[in-house]
């Protein structure tokens, strides 16, 4: 939001004393024996916005950014949708590979939106990874569109970095990975309620509904949810214990397995979330987009998990503590979506590719864009709406005071009369 119009001073200074307040009940919640977020490694929420709206207005030529908001039953969410396409005005030919990858899901799952950022950087602006030559996917980057929902739980997040470190839920207690409509709802016998709300119908929550009508509308060939708790490349299903038949299931295990073999060693766990994972999920969104939305590849990542660390011991457990450890996840991964773009454009049929939509044309069916960069009349327009509403929401509050005050001086005066008449008439009123 723009400060257009700085609140007055004493404002300033009662929302500095309720931030801190609020800030350092938060940190005392956390035990001692428990790891703290290392704010020193990690971004927070609002400084990785700021530095991808930052990188967008650097690379205007291939990032375009939409901030979208859905709402429903008195909660809403607002959602950042980076869109990366490597010389927008030559080709739009509908050939190219359309890939989605959606980080931060999960809120306490943090690292998931540094090897967002981190690959924007690399697509942008060729941050190293070291000891890679990256210019070989040069070429491969030519055929992508990609879109980045670097936070996809913002509301979420913030409660983590207000301390509810072991919450992986949405602003209001929902788990995202659990709100899509394939086998919604259903609870095995070890069903945690605190961690697998389902919502109270499949789509209850906004986030969900923007990346359905993202699934829709973009038409994804490849879609990864990243995630974070261990290592894993998983394919569907998650409801069930099994893998799909036919062509494309094989397609999306070989795609998985020569990732596995050229950059991990066949080190990482490959398969069926469900069948892999220790448990069954239900109302997953790699469910949905493979059973629904016919997306040929959709897969969930797991990036990191500290199998040591304990079970209430959440920041330390799904996420890295050292800056070395945070530098190795975040290069391994940034290389392995790289070497999935390879992978995917060499092993998609040159029909799906042809049959998928829209490319950088992306108009949300459900949510509303808030803010679009390429657009930046509207955008600037938006604004100062912003500004003329924070303006007037502070008109309102002084007038609301200047009317109390003054009832209150009205009434003070009207008691003071009647009582100089009571005394004048001596009436008793005892
Ligand atoms: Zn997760």
């Known amino acids: 939001m723009a400060p257009s119009s700085a609140p007055p001073l004493l404002l300033r200074r009662l929302l500095l004393a309720l931030a801190l307040a609020a800030s350092s009940s938060a940190a005392a919640r956390i035990p001692a024996s428990l790891t703290p977020i290392s704010r020193d490694i990690y971004h927070s929420s609002d400084s990785i916005l700021h530095e991808i709206k930052a990188l967008v207005a650097r690379n205007s030529d291939r990032l375009t950014m939409d901030t979208v908001r859905a709402s429903n039953k008195g909660y809403s969410a607002e959602m950042v949708v980076v869109t990366y396409n490597h010389a927008k005005e030559t080709v739009d030919n509908g050939s190219k590979i359309n890939i989605l990858l959606s980080f931060g899901q999960h809120g306490r799952?943090?690292?998931?939106?540094?090897?967002?950022?981190?690959?924007?950087?690399?697509?942008?602006?060729?941050?190293?990874?070291?000891?890679?030559d990256l210019s070989s996917f040069e070429k491969i980057l030519e055929n992508l569109v990609i879109k980045v929902v670097p936070m996809e739980n913002f509301n979420g997040r913030k409660r983590v970095e207000a301390g509810e470190l072991c919450d992986r839920r949405n602003g209001r207690g929902v788990d995202l990975n659990r709100n899509w409509s394939v086998d919604w709802g259903k609870k095995e016998k070890d069903y945690n309620p605190f961690e697998e709300d389902p919502g109270t119908a499949p789509f209850s929550e906004p986030e969900a509904q923007i990346m359905r009508e993202l699934s829709k509308?973009?038409?994804?060939?490849?879609?990864?949810?990243?995630?974070?708790?261990?290592?894993?490349?998983?394919?569907?299903y998650d409801h069930k214990n099994t893998t799909p038949d036919g062509v494309s299931s094989q397609l999306m295990r070989s795609v998985l397995e020569n990732l596995n073999h050229r950059h991990f060693q066949d080190g990482c766990l490959v398969g069926s979330g469900g069948g892999a994972v220790g448990y069954l999920a239900h109302g997953t969104t790699t469910d949905y987009l493979y059973d629904i939305a016919k997306v040929p590849m959709p897969f969930t990542f797991e990036i990191y998990g500290d199998e040591k660390a304990s079970t209430d011991d959440c920041f330390k457990m799904f996420n890295p503590v050292d800056k070395t450890t945070f530098d190795r996840v975040i290069n391994k991964w940034c290389m392995a979506f790289l070497i999935l773009f390879e992978e995917g454009l060499r092993n998609l049929p040159d029909g799906q590719v042809v049959s998928q939509g829209t490319l950088d044309n992306w108009v949300p069916m459900g949510g509303e864009i808030v803010e679009r960069n390429v657009e930046r009349k509207s955008s600037n327009e938006h604004r100062k709406l912003e500004g003329l509403d924070l303006g007037m929401q502070e008109l309102r509050t002084y007038f609301r005071l200047f009317m109390l005050s003054t009832f209150l001086l009205m009434f003070m005066f009207c008691s003071r009369i009647s009582k100089n008449r009571n005394r004048e008439s001596g009436e008793q009123s005892i």
């Open 217 to 236: 509308s973009f038409k994804p060939h490849i879609w990864v949810n990243v995630h974070s708790g261990m290592e894993a490349l998983f394919m569907p």
């Open 109 to 132: 799952e943090l690292i998931t939106s540094e090897v967002a950022l981190h690959l924007l950087y690399i697509l942008t602006e060729k941050r190293k990874i070291a000891g890679v």
